[in-house]
């Protein structure tokens, strides 16, 4: 192979790479617009007019149709003892609860199975009490998705340290139906019993990296163009 030939084999690869990079930031930038959407969208959902639930219009695929919807539904306190569901990001020593926050999960039976419910946060358990039977009750609140199943286990029956829908299940000994919570904003009928409870509007939060990706991406192609243009003229040098 001549040099001439060797050269255009060289630029023809240096330009194949430096496109590959350019597509992926591209794609990374694509997919920045699609997550604004997303979110744009489920805020939306979040803000409009409550979701008036009857019977059985709670249904699993509320939580993939309408995750952060606000709906309004009907059903019964159990009578049970709160679940305390530790953030995964907050210290996960039960032990040592200070400047812990915990949320309260308690169970509500409805007319489609047991729900349950993130009653609010509290950072001192000594205040919380047993919760006493009650219903039927209305309440409102945030459908919220469940958090993957933290890895670690304790053997604290009545801490978990992400707010998964299953897990809490199987602590309570309970059967939902339902993959994710129903987040309360305010305190709820029946639920006066339980103590001090913390609210806060449910804050969207999902992880949008990809301006960063998109920038990662192009820095690599330049990179990758100015060192194939470097090679390219030490090689005519030599």
């Known amino acids: 192979m001549n040099t001439s030939a060797r050269t255009l084999a060289f630029g023809t690869l240096a330009l194949a790479g430096a496109l590959v990079f350019f597509a992926l930031a591209a794609w990374q930038v694509a997919r920045l617009s699609e997550k604004e959407a997303l979110i744009a969208g489920l805020n939306d959902s979040r803000d409009s007019l409550p979701l008036v639930l009857e019977g059985e219009e709670l249904t699993a695929s509320l939580w993939s149709d309408a995750p952060f919807r606000e709906v309004?539904?009907?059903g019964s306190?159990?009578?049970a003892l709160p679940l305390f569901a530790i953030f995964a990001d907050q210290n996960p020593d039960p032990d040592a609860p200070t400047g812990s926050s915990y949320?309260?999960?308690?169970?509500?039976d409805t007319q489609s199975g047991v729900l349950l419910v993130d009653a609010g946060a509290s950072s001192d358990l000594?205040?919380?009490n047993?919760?006493?039977a009650s219903g039927p009750h209305r309440v409102r609140g945030q459908i919220w998705p469940s958090e993957p199943a933290f890895p670690i286990k304790k053997t604290n029956s009545?801490?978990?340290f992400a707010l998964n829908a299953k897990e809490a299940a199987a602590r309570f000994g309970l059967q939902t139906p339902f993959p994710g919570f129903l987040r309360l904003d305010a305190n709820a009928s029946g639920l006066e019993r339980l103590g001090p409870l913390k609210h806060s509007p449910g804050r969207i939060e999902l992880i949008n990296n990809h301006f960063s990706y998109a920038v990662t991406w192009l820095s690599l192609g330049l990179i990758w163009l100015f060192l194939c243009l470097l090679a390219l003229m030490r090689r005519k040098k030599t």
Request: glycine letters at 0%.
């Open 130 to 132: 047993p919760l006493v």
């Open 158 to 160: 009545r801490v978990l």
């Open 72 to 74: 309004s539904l009907r």
């Open 77 to 79: 306190w159990r009578d």
């Open 126 to 128: 000594s205040q919380i």
């Open 103 to 108: 949320r309260i999960i308690v169970p509500l």
